[in-house]
Each structure stands twice: as structure tokens, then as C-alpha cells.
């Protein structure tokens, strides 16, 4: 089946594989770095400096035309940029208080919700009923093994509600702005809403040349880089096997939190990032079965830019959006 959906060769398929994977690990990296810088800085002040150096960097590739957009597009960018910065933000906030793939996991719920939402089929509540089987299985060991920050669970839950709008907000800028212009405004409007609670690290860095250094690092790794090769992997992969390598992701994060940050997984917690990935790959592929034969192919994903940020993809692929639309994640 997927075969007949791509015409691209076996070796340039192998070849977007390798990048997505490296993509998900780039990503992973750019979130341990941050979390080493959140006790020097606070979470809140990594996240701006990260989506302001990550704008900066994609102002100087791209040069969006910005007046020459109407005012709903310039609505539309704003919007994003709010979801954007929810999502950042909560997520950092998430991660500098619970286990980094724990946080992902929690965090997939959003898109996974909003897939079985838009996909309006019965069938697909057997998969939301997998992944709360996984985060049944988080709450139970967190009251029987070690107990995880109440808060870092709720800024993650936001973190996935604000995933969850960014999809529909990226859809609606993707559609009405070209190129990658809408990505700039959100990502500067992203920035700004972490700046007045991060505002003291902010300052701190300004003044060490260290700290700035490791936050633009931070936005290579966790947006300049997975951007990159997300952009070039969605031209040679259809949809469906797009979508099942981005719900690896908890897998990723689990492993480079497990190796980087000595975050040792119970078997529980385990067992819930199996879930999630097990529902994400079920749902990206009932999607996939679903969709008219001129929606079976690739689309673009959102991975936090920044954060984690991917770009947004077109209405039409997004109205059938799964898991492999995000961000984003870190």
C-alpha cells in the first residue's frame, strides 16, 4: 500500500529515514541542553532566548515580505505565535520538573486527541483509549514509586492543549501566508510571552557570553536543525511513514533523558511511552487508510519550533491532522 503511495526510490526513502531520526535526536539534544541551563536561568528565559535566537536565524534565511501581508494574515500569524508560545513555554516549564520523556509522552496527548476528533470515526477512540491506558499507568506509578511534580504533569497537560491549537492555528497561517513568514512572527511572539516570567534570566545572560552561547545553541538544536530535515524528509516519505517515525519520539526523549540526564525510567513509565507511541502509530495510520487518495501523502508536521517547533502544514492535510503534525516538542 505505501508503495503505490510514493514514487520516490528505496534509497532516497532510507535516506529521509536517517533524517528523521536524526531530526528527533537533534530535538532531544536541544531539550537536555536546555534543562542543564535551567538552573542558571529558569526555564522561562531558555525558552525566550531559544525562539528569539531561532527567529533571528530564520529572519536572516528567509526575509519574510511582512508589509505586504493583509491584516488576516498578520491575525493568523499573531495566533500561531500565542499557540507557539503556550506550547514552548509550558513544555520547558514540564521538562524542568519531570523526566524528559515522561513530559513528551504526556505532551502527545494533544494532537492525538485533536487526530480522533477531526477523524470523526468510532474506531478511532480505541487508540485515545490506549494512550490514557499509558498515562493510567504514569498516574499509578507516580503514587507507588517515585512521585512526579503535580505541577510539571499540569504544565505538560498544557503543553498538549497548546499543541493541540497550534496545528489548527498553523493550518489556517500555512494556507493564507507563503513561505515561512508566519513561522517568524510566532516565533517572535513566542518569545516575548516567555520574556516578562524569565525576565531575570534573561538578564543574567545578557551579561555572560557562556549563556548566550548555549541558548543559541539550543535553538540550532531544537528548531534550525529538526526543521531542516523535516523539510527535506517530507518530500521523499508519504504521510503514513512520516507519521510513525514522529510518534518514536517519547522513545527518543525517554533515551537521551535516560543516557543525558540520568532520568532512569521504572518499568511503568515504560509501559506508558509504549502505549502512547503504540496509539500514535494506530491512529497516524487509520488516518491514513481513511483519507481520499489525493490526501495520501506527505504533509507537514509541527515540531516546536524552537521548543521544539515544526512547520505548520497546509488545511488540507492538516484537516486529517495525527501525531506526526506536531512539535514538538522541546
Not at 70 to 80: E, G, N, T, V, Y
Not at 122 to 144: E, F, H, N, P
Given at each position: 500500500m505505501l508503495g503505490r503511495m510514493t514514487t520516490t526510490r528505496p534509497g532516497s526513502r532510507l535516506g529521509a529515514v536517517a533524517m528523521l531520526l536524526c531530526s528527533a535526536t537533534s530535538l532531544q539534544f536541544g531539550a537536555v541542553l536546555a534543562v542543564g541551563l535551567f538552573p542558571e536561568m529558569g526555564s522561562w528565559a531558555v525558552n525566550a532566548l531559544r525562539l528569539a535566537f531561532a527567529a533571528a536565524i530564520l529572519h536572516v534565511l528567509a526575509r519574510p515580505a511582512l508589509h505586504r501581508w493583509?491584516?488576516?494574515?498578520?491575525?493568523?500569524?499573531?495566533?500561531?505565535?500565542?499557540?507557539?508560545?503556550?506550547?514552548?513555554?509550558?513544555?520547558?516549564?514540564?521538562?524542568?520538573?519531570?523526566?524528559?520523556g515522561t513530559a513528551v509522552a504526556i505532551e502527545f496527548l494533544g494532537p492525538l486527541l485533536l487526530s480522533a476528533v477531526l477523524s470523526r470515526r468510532?474506531?478511532?477512540?480505541?487508540?485515545?483509549?490506549?494512550?490514557?491506558?499509558?498515562?493510567?499507568?504514569?498516574?499509578?506509578?507516580?503514587?507507588?514509586g517515585v512521585a512526579l511534580d503535580p505541577i510539571g504533569v499540569l504544565f505538560a497537560l498544557l503543553a498538549a492543549g497548546c499543541w493541540a491549537a497550534y496545528i489548527h492555528t498553523g493550518a489556517t497561517s500555512g494556507a493564507l501566508i507563503p513561505g515561512l513568514g508566519g513561522l517568524f512572527v510566532a516565533l517572535v511572539v513566542g518569545a516575548l510571552m516567555s520574556l516578562p516570567l524569565g525576565l531575570e534570566g534573561v538578564a543574567l545572560a545578557a551579561g555572560d557570553l557562556r549563556l548566550l552561547g548555549l541558548a543559541a545553541l539550543t535553538a540550532v538544536l531544537a528548531s534550525l536543525i529538526p526543521y531542516s530535515l523535516d523539510y527535506l524528509a517530507l518530500r521523499r516519505l508519504p504521510r503514513p511513514v512520516f507519521g510513525v517515525l514522529m510518534s518514536l519520539e517519547p522513545v527518543v526523549a525517554t533515551a537521551c533523558g535516560w543516557l543525558?540526564?540520568?532520568?532512569?525510567?521504572?518499568?511503568?513509565?515504560?509501559?506508558a511511552v509504549a502505549l502512547v507511541v503504540a496509539a500514535s502509530v494506530g491512529i497516524t495510520l487509520s488516518g491514513a487508510r481513511g483519507a481520499p487518495p489525493h490526501e495520501a501523502r506527505p504533509g507537514l508536521r509541527r515540531r516546536r519550533t524552537g521548543s521544539g517547533g515544526r512547520?505548520?502544514?497546509?488545511?488540507?492535510?492538516?484537516?486529517?491532522?495525527?501525531?506526526?503534525?506536531?512539535?514538538?516538542r522541546g
Open positions: 493583509a491584516a488576516r494574515q498578520w491575525r493568523a500569524a499573531l495566533l500561531l505565535g500565542v499557540a507557539m508560545g503556550g506550547m514552548n513555554g509550558t513544555f520547558y516549564a514540564a521538562i524542568e520538573r519531570i523526566p524528559l468510532a474506531r478511532d477512540l480505541v487508540w485515545v483509549g490506549l494512550a490514557a491506558a499509558g498515562m493510567a499507568l504514569i498516574g499509578i506509578d507516580s503514587i507507588t543525558l540526564l540520568a532520568q532512569v525510567p521504572s518499568a511503568l513509565k515504560l509501559g512547520t505548520p502544514g497546509r488545511r488540507s492535510s492538516a484537516s486529517r491532522c495525527g501525531p506526526s503534525h506536531r512539535r514538538g
